[in-house]
């Protein structure tokens, strides 16, 4: 069994910041890629930010340059660094990660619970 928790959202101002974590426990043998994830009101899920096992990271266009994905192995944690936040940005994000139960890297997806971020104008 593989849980996520995520923690970090809430009300900011535009022009603020906030910082997303997830944490990943249970029976892990290995993480792979880490994502975010996230979903307006009436809008489909899109995806934020991205991260390989060896740090590799990508970014959807509108948030470049403002958002920084990164993750500590050793915590089994992904983060989410927002800066420069705008009410577009408003949303609930999404942590996915990609994890191996077994030395027989038995891959799964796994998908946080979701947590709020509203920017204000």
């Known amino acids: 069994q593989v849980q996520l928790v995520e923690s970090g959202g809430g009300l900011v101002q535009a022009g603020g910041s906030l910082r997303l974590s997830c944490a990943v426990s249970g029976s892990i043998f290995r993480i792979n890629g880490m994502d975010w994830y996230r979903q307006a009101p009436g809008k489909q899920r899109e995806l934020v930010a991205t991260i390989t096992r060896g740090g590799t990271t990508s970014y959807t266009d509108s948030v470049k340059g403002r958002f920084t994905i990164s993750r500590d192995n050793a915590k089994k944690t992904v983060y989410l660094q927002m800066n420069s936040l705008k009410p577009e940005d408003t949303a609930v994000y999404y942590c996915?990660?990609?994890?191996?139960?077994?030395?027989?890297?038995?891959?799964?997806?796994?998908w946080g619970q979701g947590t709020q971020v509203t920017v204000s104008s």
């Open positions: 996915k990660v990609v994890v191996a139960t077994t030395f027989r890297l038995d891959w799964n997806t796994y």
